[in-house]
């Protein structure tokens, strides 16, 4: 049998549809390589077999049987675990959250059933999204596949090795300042950021609710078009979803890029960023430029605040988003269970015999349960960022940090605004380097915070960008390219994206 998972998902849900193949023969290919594999990867965080094969059989009884399937009939997804799924544990790679089992399932989820897809498993990532390297997981490192001593990239590591790995055919990965770019950068394959709003929110786990968005990641262009297709859409639990019409992403596929005005940011092209990265995006804006597309220089003023307004807006949602894991509703309890916490008030807690009694006040109880359990359910960089929301949000630091920071993300918008006035696109480097080896910038949370200087102001201006592979490094080591679009730009800039992937194929 040939090797299903290396299919494109275009390619696979044609074939299971006409009964070529089985939904349940590549769903048992993608499990064979999850054992052979994830194990020197740790991609995958939670995968129920038997259920993989019986949504896997499902749908060839459907197709046995006559009956209409979706567009990705059959084709094995991963998800990131930020992404509630009923019954198949949800915990955004945090302790704090293990054992949970969602009794329901997120919107993207429900719309990828409606598509007959078939849910493979839960994908490792940094800690509640917090981390640009998958080292931050409560459940070990997720690997880069390509070179198994470097970072796959966060904090959607999980998603984007699992499609290098091939040990899934599409994934879903979630987005709040680069969360599905640099993985897909660092991995060498397709992620797309869309425009705040258009996939909806209901059952994602928050970060950072200003910035959260869920989005496809895939091994090629036309593969990401056909997933946003399927999640994309207004709605009605999710408030800021957008009502607009969600096109045939697939439909303007191959329209070319003849004519297109392409912007590159001077900013993005500055101190700090690789020579070599430099060097391959160059020569990809060179082959825009050759396929038809008019380039020119654009100015981005305020994206040198832009790494410092996203650290505490996007600090300051998570301390107030992550407030109710208490260990009371669910969730971790502390290695006790709490017990010594859950004595009524005024319960005797002396010596049995002895009639000792301690009156412990509520809230100091309270306060050692809350204490225990965040303390030991949090990682170290989820403890980091709350403690920084709290600080910005904090009485007399409000206007100095927050308002301010609020303020100056308005202005980042702005010149995304203003730039589109003059440009249908810009392109840009996704990453300042290519995947880093595991360990080297862990203990610097500045250095890396900074390897979101190309992506954070994406997310803070709402709008929608792809990552792409555009060459490789001296190591072989994947580089990605970026392109951006205006709001609800998607469809242009997949038909950019795509135009290069095919112009660009060896």
């Known amino acids: 049998m040939e090797h299903l998972n290396e299919m494109a998902a275009h390619e696979l849900a044609p074939r299971i549809k006409s009964g070529e193949v089985t939904a349940e023969e590549a769903a048992r290919e993608v499990l064979r390589l999850i054992d052979e594999k994830d194990p020197a990867i740790n991609a995958y965080l939670a995968v129920q077999p038997e259920s993989v094969i019986e949504d896997a059989r499902g749908v060839d009884r459907r197709v046995a049987a006559g009956e209409p399937t979706g567009p990705l009939a059959g084709v094995p997804i991963a998800i990131k675990d930020a992404i509630c799924t009923k019954g198949l544990e949800t915990t955004c790679a945090s302790r704090i959250l293990e054992g ?45 596949p390509l070179d198994t001593s470097r970072v796959p990239g966060g904090s959607s590591g999980g998603s984007a090795a699992a499609l290098a790995a091939g040990t899934a055919v599409l994934a879903l990965g979630e987005d709040t300042g680069g969360s599905i770019r640099q993985p897909a950068a660092f991995c060498g394959v397709v992620g797309l950021k869309p425009t705040y709003g258009r996939v909806s929110r209901y059952g994602i786990i928050a970060y950072g609710s200003s910035f959260d968005q869920v989005g496809p990641m895939a091994r090629n262009v036309e593969d990401c078009a056909a997933l946003l297709g399927v999640i994309a859409g207004h709605d009605a639990m999710d408030t800021t979803s957008s009502p607009e019409a969600v096109p045939d992403y697939t439909a303007t596929l191959k329209q070319g890029i003849e004519g297109l005005r392409i912007g590159v940011p001077d900013e993005y092209l500055a101190e700090g960023l690789d020579a070599t990265v430099k060097e391959s995006v160059g020569r990809a804006i060179e082959r825009m430029e050759a396929l038809g597309a008019r380039v020119e220089r654009v100015h981005l003023p305020h994206t040198e605040y832009a790494v410092a307004t996203y650290y505490i807006l996007v600090t300051a949602e998570a301390s107030s988003n992550l407030a109710r894991y208490d260990g009371v509703k669910y969730g971790y309890r502390g290695e006790d269970g709490g017990a010594e916490n859950n004595a009524e008030v005024g319960g005797n807690t ?157």
Do not use: W
Request: proline share 6%; aromatic share 10%.
């Open 100 to 144: 949970f089992v969602p009794p329901y399932d997120a919107t993207v989820i429900a719309r990828l059933r409606q598509a007959d897809a078939v849910i493979v498993g839960k994908t490792n990532m940094d800690q509640f999204g917090m981390g640009s390297s998958n080292e931050n997981s409560g459940f070990g490192i997720c690997r880069n």
């Open 350 to 506: 002396g010596a049995p015999g002895t009639g000792a009694a301690t009156q412990i006040p509520v809230e100091d109880r309270l306060e050692a349960m809350y204490g225990s359990v965040r303390s030991e359910g949090f990682g170290l960089e989820v403890k980091r960022r709350i403690m920084l929301g709290t600080y910005v949000l904090s009485s007399g630091y409000y206007d100095a940090y927050y308002d301010k920071a609020q303020r100056v993300r308005t202005l980042i918008k702005g010149d995304f605004d203003q730039a589109f006035e003059k440009v249908d696109l810009m392109v840009a480097p996704t990453t300042p380097t290519t995947a880093f080896r595991i360990g080297e910038k862990i203990d610097d949370p500045l250095q890396m915070y900074l390897q979101d200087i190309y992506t954070v102001p994406i997310n803070l201006a709402g709008v929608p960008a792809i990552s792409l592979p555009c060459g490789q490094d001296a190591d072989g080591m994947p580089i990605g390219l970026q392109i951006i679009g205006p709001h609800f730009g998607e469809e242009r800039i997949l038909r950019a994206a795509y135009a290069f992937e095919e112009a660009t194929r060896p």
